[in-house]
Nanobody, 116 residues
C-alpha cells in the first residue's frame, strides 16, 4: 500500500522559508520520480516540480523557479521541498505525489500560509 506523508507546513511571513518533507512507504521509492504539487483555495492543483529517481534531474514551474528546490534521499524514502523567498501567492496545501503501478498517489497535504 502506497503511503505518502507530508509535514513541515506552517505560517511564515513573506520572504521567509520553509522546508517540507514527504515520507514514502509501501513501494520501491528509489525506482520512482517524485513530484510536489499545491492547491490554493478556489484554484486547480498546480505541479510545483519534480525530481528524477536518483535526484540528478529536477524540473520546476516557472512560478517557483529559483526559489524552490526539490531533493531526495532514497535511503530515507524521503523527498523534500525547500521553499525560499516565499510570497503570499505561495499559500496553498502542498502535496507530494508518486505515479506508482499505474495510479497517481497523493499524501494528505500540508498547509503553507504566507502572511504577515
Amino acid at each position: 500500500q502506497v503511503k505518502l506523508v507530508e509535514s513541515g507546513g506552517g505560517l511564515v511571513p513573506p520572504g521567509g522559508s520553509l522546508r517540507l518533507s514527504c515520507l514514502a512507504s509501501g513501494f520501491g521509492f528509489s525506482n520512482y520520480p517524485m513530484s510536489w504539487s499545491r492547491q490554493a483555495p478556489g484554484k486547480e492543483r498546480e505541479v510545483v516540480g519534480s525530481i528524477s529517481t536518483l535526484g540528478e534531474s529536477t524540473n520546476y514551474a516557472d512560478s517557483v523557479k529559483g526559489r524552490f528546490t526539490i531533493s531526495r534521499d532514497n535511503a530515507k524514502n524521503t523527498v523534500w521541498l525547500q521553499m525560499n523567498s516565499l510570497k503570499p501567492e505561495d499559500t496553498a496545501v502542498y502535496y507530494c505525489n508518486a505515479y506508482v503501478w499505474g495510479h497517481d498517489h497523493w499524501g494528505q497535504g500540508t498547509q503553507v500560509t504566507v502572511s504577515s
